[in-house]
């Protein structure tokens, strides 16, 4: 079993940047695949970033590509995701994924989640 929880949200303006963190235990997350969704209010949950268990193998949505960065430390058990530029309608809850999928984009693929951190992007 694995438990996933994530932290570093918040309340930032829009441009500003934030950082989120994935921290994972009951399990080394090395042979995972870690992902990142989010959901708004309203809103259906929607991949965000997803990152192999090397690292070799990197995916972003469409809306983050070129602000949001994922990456991972494995000594540390813990994934990230960078979030810079950002903008209102990123306002959602972000929530951390582990899959043992060497790659993996949707929901119904993903085995563990965490709780999900706030994030808000005023204007």
């Known amino acids: 079993q694995v438990q996933l929880v994530e932290s570093g949200g918040g309340l930032v303006q829009a441009g500003g940047s934030l950082r989120l963190s994935c921290a994972a235990s009951g399990r080394t997350l090395s042979s995972y695949t870690m992902g990142w969704f989010c959901q708004a209010p309203g809103k259906e949950r929607e991949f965000v970033a997803a990152i192999s268990w090397s690292g070799g193998w990197r995916y972003y949505a469409d809306s983050v590509k070129g602000r949001f960065a994922i990456s991972r430390n494995n000594a540390k058990n813990t994934t990230y995701l960078q979030m810079n530029s950002l903008k209102p309608e990123d306002t959602a809850v972000y929530y951390c994924?582990?899959?043992?999928?060497?790659?993996?984009?949707?929901?119904?693929?993903?085995?563990?989640w965490g709780q999900g951190t706030q994030v808000t992007v005023s204007s």
């Open positions: 994924a582990a899959t043992t999928r060497a790659v993996a984009t949707r929901i119904n693929q993903y085995d563990y």
